[in-house]
């Protein structure tokens, strides 16, 4: 099963994140900054996280730990798109539900046709 760290300082859109991709069959661990995040990047195979949590430079900080441990990032944020950022997907705030789980999937596949 895929687990999926979930980073986002909103503490509701966390728990909507959360609940969303544990219905959809994925195994997910949570944080609400990088510091919170940090220990758990090698234990994952997906990083969804906003670009700001709570500033930019946390979010730069997380992206490279991710990039090190070779976990897929998707990035979904508020913000404008970053295209220097070495990340696998980028979707913008709002992004509906389906889109986000088909992202997902697409890097780690769907967990009820595991």
Excluded: W
């Excluded at 760290?5 to 544990?22: F, G, H, I, K, S």
């Excluded at 220097?84 to 999937?105: N, Q």
């Amino acid at each position: 099963m895929a687990r999926i760290l979930v980073v986002e300082d909103e503490a509701d859109q966390l728990a909507v994140r959360r609940q969303l991709l544990e219905h959809a069959g994925y195994e997910v661990v949570t944080a609400q900054n990088a510091t919170g995040a940090l220990p758990h990047v090698a234990e994952c195979q997906i990083v969804l996280m906003d670009l700001r949590i709570p500033s930019l430079q946390d979010g730069l900080q997380l992206i490279q730990a991710a990039v090190a441990a070779s976990a897929h990032i998707i990035v979904l944020s508020g913000a404008g798109v970053e295209s220097d950022l070495l990340v696998d997907e980028f979707l913008i705030k709002p992004c509906s539900s389906r889109k986000l789980l088909e992202t997902v999937a697409r890097f780690c596949g769907n967990p009820q046709n595991a």
